[in-house]
């Protein structure tokens, strides 16, 4: 693998949603998650984190090396974890600590290198943990948090119908089916997230190869994604704000405070071109420079 980057980086990402979930509570019969005090909405960092992760599962896992996926569908994380358990020859992990004392450090870096996502967002790996390792738990240099929509958002409980019926009792008596379907007619997210060289030397070697793929991927993770259920789900800005050294030259949030979204005009929003989203990138930080990708 490539060297660590040795910039810090934070950056913003707009998307929005067109008649679509882009977020569905299971605890709420899946409507779109919201703040139920401000009606804003809300779509996790773990629900963006699988969009970044699918992307490079379907089109760069099998072209590169180290670009394994550790948490997708139908693999059980202890089966990835045995390999590295496999790879530094150890037959008994609740006992590994005291016959190799570097056997923390060996794991970690074989999960790092060979696994994407670990290297970048981390990861709890429990069969790690449950064997008292200290490896089971690494803290990956790219973070995200909640995106929360520009403006509260209105989900809308739509009613379907289907000619179709299941049972074959029930086609006797009806001709059509019910069903329902929750929709956010419009709504512009704002994500917030973080890239610190610091953790990406110190823990899982984050590489600059690997961060013009997480960009990608950011720039890409709806395109491929598309379903009845999310509707048009699109990224119209990557905003990325980089620091000339690896700590920052300067808090996140005073880059942050420099993306403006507002409203074009007063009726409800219904498409990206409602709003006008301006950077301001005068008087920028010593140290810092700005550039949309998007």
Request: proline residues 5%.
């Amino acid at each position: 693998m490539s060297e660590p980057i040795k910039n810090r980086y934070d950056f913003v990402v707009l998307f929005d949603v067109e008649n679509g979930n882009p977020n569905g509570d299971p605890d709420a019969g899946n409507m779109p998650r919201t703040d139920p005090e401000t009606g804003f909405g809300i779509v996790t960092d773990v629900c963006i984190k699988r969009k970044i992760r699918n992307y490079i599962e379907d089109f760069i896992e099998e072209e590169k090396p180290g670009y394994r996926i550790y948490i997708k569908e139908g693999v059980p994380l202890n089966r990835s974890d045995e390999e590295a358990l496999a790879y530094i020859g150890a037959d008994d992990i609740k006992s590994l600590k005291k016959k190799d004392p570097d056997a923390d450090q060996k794991i970690r870096d074989f999960m790092c290198s060979n696994f994407y996502d670990i290297r970048t967002f981390g990861a709890v790996m429990t069969t790690f943990v449950s064997g008292a390792l200290n490896c089971g738990q690494v803290r990956g240099p790219v973070q995200l948090g909640f995106a929360k929509s520009v403006d509260p958002i209105s989900p809308r409980d739509i009613t379907l119908t289907r000619v179709a019926i299941t049972k074959e009792k029930d086609a006797e008596s009806k001709h059509t089916e019910i069903g329902r379907k929750y929709i956010v007619p419009y709504g512009l997210y704002k994500l917030e997230g973080y890239v610190s060289a610091n953790l990406a030397r110190k823990v899982t070697g984050f590489s600059e190869e690997d961060l013009q793929i997480f960009w990608k991927a950011i720039i890409n993770m709806f395109e491929n994604d598309h379903s009845a259920a999310r509707g048009n789900m699109s990224v119209r800005e990557l905003i990325v704000f980089k620091h000339e050294s690896e700590i920052g030259c300067c808090p996140a949030y005073k880059l942050f405070d420099r993306v403006h979204v507002k409203r074009r005009t007063d009726e409800p929003p219904r498409q990206y071109q409602d709003y006008e989203v301006a950077v301001d990138t005068e008087d920028l930080p010593s140290g810092v420079t700005c550039e949309r990708m998007v």
